[in-house]
T-cell receptor, first 111, second 114 residues
């Protein structure tokens, strides 16, 4: 069964450093998403991406964040200058019709 | 503002019992609802979904009920098993021009005792 994959599973970085989180969505899906989940809290929407452009973003997704689909299979989330409060699980999701399928997540720890 | 919330943060049941997890939503424009299961350290796993033009949908051991009048969603799990222990989230997607952005509830912790 096809699934969304994410790398790395855990990323530790120093405050102020740039990180790139990678996702491989399910191959025939056209809509891509990033969400985050701070420990013990609910999953929060960050950004949606369709047809090679951002279709919607949340207040969390400020100028420090960017997304890219560099080729036909990868979908990345970049945080330019990480802050302590960026520490969270980051989930990628994709969909073809209505249902969004989530990857296993990347745990980002900012020190 | 828009929100999706859960009435019960924790639910403990015995193996074999039926479980009911509830969710309230506030955005009357929402037209698609999903239940996800999240096990520790993993991503949300799709369980079942329902469109707003339906009030009930059944899957394998799971049933989702939608009451649009009171903006309430529930997930029923039949013959609950220890492997069902997880956090359960409801999520809603608004209609109109939203590109499928999901708004999640806080989650209910389901614990199934053998």
């Amino acid at each position: 069964e096809p699934e969304v994959t994410q790398t790395p599973s855990h990323q530790v970085t120093q405050m102020g450093q740039e990180v790139i989180l990678r996702c491989v969505p399910i191959s025939n899906h056209l809509y891509f998403y990033w969400y985050r989940q701070i420990l013990g809290q609910k999953v929060e929407f960050l950004v949606s991406f369709y047809n090679n452009e951002i279709s919607e973003k949340s207040e969390i997704f400020d100028d420090q964040f960017s997304v890219e689909r560099p080729d036909g299979s990868n979908f990345t989330l970049k945080i330019r200058s990480t802050k302590l409060e960026d520490s969270a699980m980051y989930f990628c999701a994709s969909r073809e019709t209505y249902t969004q399928y989530f990857g296993p997540g990347t745990r980002l720890t900012v020190l | 503002g828009e929100s999706v919330g859960l009435h019960l943060p924790t639910l403990s049941v015995q193996e074999g019992d039926n479980s009911i997890i509830n969710c309230a939503y506030s955005n009357s424009a929402s037209d698609y609802f999903i239940w996800y299961k999240q096990e520790s350290g993993k991503g949300p796993q799709f369980i079942i979904d329902i469109r707003s033009n339906m009030d009930k949908r059944q899957g394998q051991r799971v049933t989702v009920l939608l009451n649009k009048t009171v903006k309430h969603l529930s997930l029923q799990i039949a013959a609950t098993q220890p492997g069902d222990s997880a956090v359960y989230f409801c999520a809603e997607a608004g209609g109109g021009t939203s590109y499928g952005k999901l708004t999640f509830g806080q989650g209910t912790i389901l614990t199934v005792h053998p």
